[in-house]
């Protein structure tokens, strides 16, 4: 009786094991990470429409929408990586101004935030196992000159994932 609870209880745990570590395992060679040509095509599209001249320079570590109107010049990218990058993107953006955060209709200096992280992680992974979905975009921003209703230009634009 004690022998059969014994492999009962491992067919158990085996069962449980395959269940929960068996999809990870599978998905783990997919790496999923935001799809940036389609985040900047995007903020180009928004502010071309809004009367800007837009290019899209493929500036290390990542590309970067450059942008003027009038007075205004400014620069745009994603902003994720802002805590790792701040350094390179205030040396980028010499000449132009501090670099913000534009997150979910809001502007500030530092670091994205927690929030939009682990939005980042929960889309990243739902994207590996073939389920799409958009969440609020992370940009980082800096101009000079008049760059009013810079805020309501770039709202709502979304950041989407793709495999790589």
Known sequence: MAYRRAVASSALLGAALIATVGP????????????????????????????????????????????????????VRNGDRARELNHLFTIQAAGLGPVEIHYRGDW???????????????????ERIGLHVGRPAVLAAAWRGGCEGLGAILAGITAHASLR
């Open 108 to 126: 500030h200096r530092g670091s994205t935030p927690g929030r939009a992280i682990i939005e980042r992680s929960l889309q990243d992974s739902v």
């Open 24 to 75: 990870k395992l599978a998905v783990e060679e997919r790496a999923a990470q935001l799809d940036l040509g389609r985040l900047n095509a995007d903020v180009e599209r928004r502010l071309r429409h809004s009367g800007f001249k837009t290019t899209i320079d493929a500036i290390d570590p990542e590309p970067a929408v450059f942008a003027v109107r009038g007075s205004c010049s400014l620069l």
